[in-house]
Nanobody, 122 residues
């Protein structure tokens, strides 16, 4: 089975930074997209950032300018550096993997991590 393991979540103060990592194991194909989604209470799950094996990078408007995503293809590991954290960033962050494109809809991702809580305090 394909397994996505997330790390780096936790509690931080507003204005601080964090780095989330997602390591995928068991995925043999070289073509894929890995993405970070987040979901806060009462809101829909939304894509935060993504990068494909072909090099395409996407950021949501909510984190543009504060986020940097990188993909280590050799390790199949996606890293999200998020700076200047805001209270609105509080959410459960999920790592996801699709077999090809960086789809915007979470329904298009076939593999998911367990999720990691990020809590930003004012």
């Amino acid at each position: 089975q394909v397994r996505l393991t997330e790390s780096g979540g936790g509690a931080v103060q507003a204005g601080g930074s964090l780095r989330l990592e997602c390591a995928a194991s068991g995925y043999a194909d070289r073509e894929y997209c890995m993405a970070w989604f987040r979901q806060s209470p009462g809101k829909e799950r939304a894509k935060v950032a993504a990068k494909s094996s072909k090099g395409r990078i996407e950021y949501s408007g909510a984190v543009e300018g504060r986020a940097t995503v990188s993909l280590d293809s050799a390790k199949t590991t996606l890293t999200l550096q998020l700076n200047n954290l805001k209270s609105e960033d509080t959410a459960v962050y999920y790592c996801a993997l699709s077999r090809n494109h960086c789809y915007s809809s979470p329904e298009m991702y076939v593999y998911w991590g367990q999720g990691t809580q990020v809590t930003v305090s004012s």
